[in-house]
């Protein structure tokens, strides 16, 4: 599955956990979380919805996104991942960000992260807001199977790392990917496919590279619909191209 649910706006309510419960019997399989989002409801709430989390769903999440605790901090916010969650293993795990200038270097963060996979806690590790020298570096380390940008149709200022990963087999995770002003030729090359706008962003997407894997937030189990919808459009060359040049 090449579309996942974001859910930086997720909140423990019975309401949120039923769409959760709902959403995971469409044909979604990925959903991207973080131990800040939500002050950590986010993660409670998955792990009270979905534990035990089925084996054809990656949960995926991040910490560390402020500096001050360093490596030891970056630690602690993945144990309690591991419990919010309610996973022995979580299956892919991301530094929500990288300081230098906090005490978190690329490789401190990896050289952490590699003691987890090691210890068959932690299966994948991604990297969060990286530019290719910090791919590279974290590379030097331990393999990397994730890299989370925000790109969009709008938003292209990493398109060398997008470049980047798909050289090297590596999943780019693009957040915030409906973000942005609309173009002058979305809106006909929507109602050419019968699709939606955001659907038609979406589909961009995936056809700008293989890897690219969208992760947009919704709470609504009918959004989520529309969003995974966008698998099915195929944009032609032109379309694609027509829309590349129209930022």
Known sequence: MRIGLGTNRLTDTAENRSFLEAAVNTDLNFIDTAHLYTGGESERTIGAAL?????????????????????????????????????ETIRLYYPHRVHPVGGIEVEDAMGLLKEYRDAGRITHIGLSDVAVEQIERARSV???AAVQNEYSLSERRHDEVVDYCGEHGIVFVAFYPLHGENPPALAEIAERHGATPSQIRLAWLLKRSPIVVPIPGTLSLEHLKENLAALEIDLSDDEFQTLTARR
Do not use: H, M, Q, W
């Open 51 to 87: 534990a035990p989390v089925a084996d054809d769903l990656v949960v995926g999440t991040k910490g560390g996104y402020n500096a001050g605790g360093g490596v030891e901090g970056l630690r602690a916010e993945a144990e309690e991942s591991f419990e919010r969650l309610r996973v």
């Open 142 to 144: 331990v393999p990397i």
